[in-house]
């Protein structure tokens, strides 16, 4: 059963503690992606990477790590220099088909702060 | 700067009606454009994709349009059903480049 899947569905943070997002796929997709939803903001790029060992900024990187050491896996830390982590995060992952790219979702983390 | 724009209040709509989503787009030269369906608390499931050569493109129920000239993109859901209910998300790609330019997405609510 092939898929991307996010844990936890839910987490908490305490102030000035690193937590850190799962994102895995056996999809056999190349690149993956981390997206924060806030509400009437749309998706919000964090971080993607389209190779492993590889990983690009998106428009909002900042107070957010990741890494990409297994093409199935790249999790997203969430760090303490992150002073509004409260959102619905999302993963995907894609691969590139004759030009095309079409990005699969996982069930998302609601991250919320103590 | 590249900016896409749907409509920005929800749609509600009776149910068997057709449903029409709206999605404009500035500076930019898409080669391709997409529609996503998202559920609350979920994430973004793909609908249909439509090249920038094409006109037009169907899957069951649901019809998208594309307009370069205009710059813009209809989503059509024929007879509607409350299950339709949604937020609907556009996004646009180009060529090689690995990232989509979201809109913020319609809410769509189907009345039985």
């Known amino acids: ?114 | 700067s590249q900016k896409i724009e749907q409509n920005s209040e929800a749609l509600n709509i009776q149910e068997g009606k057709t449903a029409t989503l709206t999605c404009n787009y500035t500076n930019y030269s898409p080669a391709y454009l997409q529609w996503y369906r998202q559920d609350p608390g979920r994430g973004p499931v793909f609908l249909l994709l439509i090249r920038e050569n094409e006109k037009e493109k169907r899957k069951e129920r649901l019809k998208v349009t594309f307009d370069t000239t205009l710059k813009q993109s209809l989503f059509h859901i024929t007879a509607s059903q409350p299950a339709d209910s949604a937020t609907y998300l556009c996004a646009l790609g180009a060529g090689n480049n690995r990232k989509l330019i979201w809109g913020l997405g319609t809410s769509l609510a189907v009345n039985p």
């Open chain 1, 1 to 114: 059963d092939g898929g991307i899947t996010q844990s936890p569905k839910y987490l908490f943070r305490k102030e000035g503690q690193n937590v850190t997002l799962s994102c895995e796929q056996n999809l056999n997709h190349d690149a993956m992606y981390w997206y924060r939803q806030d509400p009437g903001q749309g998706l919000r790029l964090i971080y993607y990477s389209q190779i492993v060992n590889d990983f690009q900024k998106g428009d909002i990187a900042e107070g957010y790590s990741v890494s990409r050491e297994k093409k199935e896996s790249f999790p997203l830390t969430v760090t303490s220099a992150q002073k509004n982590p409260t959102a619905f995060y999302l993963c995907a992952s894609s691969t590139l088909a004759g030009g095309l790219e079409t990005q699969y979702f996982g069930p998302g983390t609601r991250l919320l702060v103590l």
